[in-house]
């Protein structure tokens, strides 16, 4: 569809050259009416294109149009140039604002898909979720009450296989509407010592070195510290099985202007071109007993937040996964404490 738009537009550019140029200078009329007609070609590449190409078509017909006043040698011709210039003037201003006006519209229309796409897995999540944790519950209580297997092997696959499935569950109630909670102040720094601490052994297992690097200056933040904890762990968890033995992940936290950062970098081989668009899709997922919901939920619950976590690539190799949260309203601390300072001096 869009090689058959782009083949149109290329037509109708051509062919409006071809009566541009095939027109002798002296009827000046038809040259005007070519002009306007220049319009059309403009107008459906900044719409079905949006601004880039759209401005990109509109210098392509300045760059055809021009020569036609440049080589006039009429007595208007000094006239011509003041009409030329508007007129070039004009093909790039509507190329812009048709182009931004439709690079808009196809943000907002990305944004209404993806609230769409979250609510329809919202409310999946939610009966999956509840139909799981029925089972696991059966499944455990029958299990307490049969006081096991009686292979020992097999009875601890059964406690293996049903933690997996706690742990979806677990997953998939982060795509559920959340309960208002308040975020707290609090600095990131203790959030990144204690996932350091927590995660030093299995590292040390791996033969894979943990180095903390917090900000002095501390990170004070609005946090929901509960829900940013199990985002934080899911990535050092990651970046532990990506890591070979002798390689490092750093545990960094960085503060902001308006936000603060917790940054996870490794050195493993990092996410391939192609699988960086689809990395915080839910279900998608490059290993081979994965549930791809992680990072979904991790990045629904910081933007539920007003935060956020992307992914930076490494400019050799490994990963980093930077994760934002808004700081402490620093202004609206300063402001109540100035009303309450005021509040005393009156009172004196």
């Known amino acids: 569809m869009n090689s058959f738009k782009a083949i149109l537009i ?11 140029m095939t027109t002798i200078p002296a009827r000046y009329g038809l040259h005007i009416l070519h002009s306007e007609l220049f319009f059309i070609p403009i107008i459906l590449a900044s719409f079905w294109f949006g601004m880039r190409i759209g401005l990109g078509a509109a210098i392509l017909v300045c760059i055809i149009y021009s020569p036609m006043v440049v080589h006039d040698e009429t007595p208007t011709h000094g006239a011509a140039y003041a009409v030329l210039f508007t007129q070039l003037v004009m093909y790039l201003f509507v190329s812009i604002l048709i182009g931004w006006l439709s690079d808009r519209r196809q943000s907002q229309q990305r944004k209404l898909i993806e609230g769409e796409r979250m609510t329809t897995l919202a409310k999946a999540a939610a009966a999956l979720s509840f139909e799981i944790k029925d089972a696991v519950t059966s499944l455990a209580s029958i299990h307490q009450r049969s006081a096991g297997l009686i292979n020992p092997e097999e009875d601890q696959n059964f406690q293996q296989e049903l933690g997996k499935l706690r742990r979806l569950m677990e997953v998939l109630e982060r795509f559920m509407p959340e309960k208002q909670v308040d975020a707290i102040s609090a600095d990131l720094n203790q959030l990144l010592e204690s996932s350091y601490h927590k995660y030093l052994q299995p590292a040390q297992k791996a033969q894979v070195q ?14 929901v510290s509960e829900a940013l904890g199990r985002v934080l762990d899911n990535i050092i968890e990651n970046a532990i099985e990506a ?21 996870v970098t490794d050195e493993g081989e990092g996410i391939s071109q192609q699988n960086r668009p689809k990395l ?58 100035l009303r309450e300072t005021r509040v005393d001096r009156d009172d004196l």
């Open 10 to 20: 290329t037509c109708m550019v051509l062919g409006i050259s071809f009566l541009h």
């Open 210 to 223: 943990l180095v903390l690097q917090a900000d002095a200056a501390g990170c004070p933040s609005m946090i």
């Open 243 to 263: 890591s070979e033995p002798g390689k490092k992940i750093f545990l960094r936290s960085k503060r902001g202007g308006s936000s603060c950062y917790l940054e």
């Open 280 to 337: 915080f899709t839910p279900f998608f997922t490059t290993k081979p007993h994965g549930d791809g919901l992680a990072l979904a939920a991790g990045r629904k619950v910081l933007r539920d937040h007003d935060g956020d976590i992307v992914y930076l690539p490494g400019t050799t190799s490994g990963s980093t996964f930077r994760i934002i949260v808004p700081r402490e309203n620093a202004d609206r601390n300063l402001d109540q404490f």
